[in-house]
C-alpha cells in the first residue's frame, strides 16, 4: 500500500509538509506506520498548482528517501494546492507512467489501495474508459485506470457522485468475476479549486486517512505528519471530505450499495 498528502490553503513550500515533519512523506517512504508495508519504495511523485489551471508534475522511479532532485522541489516550490505519493507496489511495474499522481487536464489524482485480481476485470475496467480519455493512459496501474474511469461516471459535474458511482461498478464487475477479496479504495483528487478525499474498501479494512486544519489550511494524508495526533482527525470507512480554496472543510459519506 501507498503513503500520500494532498494541501489546500494558503501558499507553502512543499518542504513544509513532504521533509520537514517528523513523520514527513519522505520518512513514511522507509518506515511507515499504518500501512500494510513500511517501505514504499517504488518510486514518488509531487503534483502541484500555479498560475495556470493544470497541474505540474514530476515523477520518478528513485525511492523518494534516495532523489537529491524531490528535496530540491520541495524547497523551492510554493503551492497553495498540492498532491505528493510515495508508491509501493501492488503488482504492476516501477516506472514513472506507474507512479502517482496522474493527470487529465485540469485534474488531478492519486490512491492507495488496490483491486483485487486486478487482472480478471482489468479489460472491464478500461472498457469504461472514454474513448477522449483513454489516449492518456501510459501505465499499467489499477489507479491510472480508476481515475480516467471517473470521467465515464460524470466527474467533471458531480466528483462525489462519480467516485461512488465507480466504486459500485467496480463491486459488481469483482462479484461478476467471483472475486471475494476486497476492493480498497483511499483516494483523493482536485480540479484546481476543490480536492475530494475518499475512504472506502468493500471489507472492513478501508486504508487509513486523516485530515487536520490549521491557520495556514487543511492537509489530509495517509497518516498523521507529526506526533500532535490529538490535531489529526480520521475520516470513517465510506466517507470523505471535500476542501475548497477560501471555503470551509464539508464531510460527506459516499453513497455505496
Known sequence: MCRWLAYSGKAIFLEKLIENPCNSLIHQSLHASESKTAINGDGFGLGWYGEKPYPGIY?????????????????????GLFFAHVRASTGTSTSRANCHPFSYNNWMFMHNGQIADYDKVRRDIENLIPDDCYKAREGTTDSEALFLALFHFGLEDDPIGAVSKLCNKVNQLMAEKGITDAFRFTATLSDGECIYAFRYSS????????????????????EPLDIQEKEWYQVEPGHGIKVCIQKKLQQFSMQID
Request: hydrophobic share 35%; proline share 5%; charged share 20%.
Open 59 to 79: 515523477r520518478e522511479i528513485l525511492p523518494a528517501w534516495a532523489d537529491q532532485n524531490l528535496l530540491s522541489l520541495c524547497r523551492q516550490i510554493s503551492s
Open 203 to 222: 471489507d472492513c479494512r478501508a486504508p487509513s486517512l486523516y485530515y487536520r486544519c490549521d491557520g495556514e489550511g487543511v492537509v489530509i494524508a495517509s
